[in-house]
């Protein structure tokens, strides 16, 4: 029983950590063009759906990643709009990845499973759903 004393505050932080809430912080910018000038919205809110789709897209030359995925791209003669959602750290930085199992790690220790994946020349799409 006196071993067992000694364990409880250790079982605690054990118990606090695995009943963590995670969360995904992800950023949603919205540019337009108005009165040929660009401007420029952003919104910043926790990702809390049961499915979620982004892409992960590799810079200067696969140094990095950024999970990121445009939801609305321009179009040819049509007013400038581009519209984009990109996983970011709680002060609104874009999170850089090493590589894919970095992020798979990342989303897997925020409560998100893979679904799907589909390899694509300059980045990958992947499907999550949330953990049960």
């Known amino acids: 029983?006196?071993?067992f004393k000694k364990i409880i505050p250790y079982l605690i932080?054990?118990?606090i950590s695995c009943n963590k809430k995670s969360e995904i912080h992800i950023n949603i910018s919205t540019t337009t063009e108005i009165n040929k000038e660009m401007n420029t919205i952003d919104s910043t809110y926790l990702l809390n759906s049961d499915y979620f789709e982004i892409e992960l897209q590799s810079y200067k030359n696969g140094e990095y990643f950024k999970a990121e995925k445009d939801l609305i791209k321009p179009q040819p003669f049509e007013n400038f709009k581009l519209v984009?959602?990109?996983i970011i750290d709680k002060n609104g930085n874009?999170?850089?990845f090493k590589n894919s199992t970095d992020f798979l790690n990342f989303?897997?220790?925020n409560g998100y499973e893979m679904q799907d994946q589909k390899e694509l020349k300059n980045y990958t799409k992947y499907t999550?759903?949330?953990k049960k």
Do not use: H
């Open 1 to 3: 029983m006196k071993d």
């Open 13 to 15: 932080v054990l118990i």
């Open 84 to 86: 984009t959602l990109r």
């Open 94 to 96: 874009s999170i850089e």
């Open 107 to 109: 989303m897997s220790s």
């Open 128 to 130: 999550f759903k949330k």
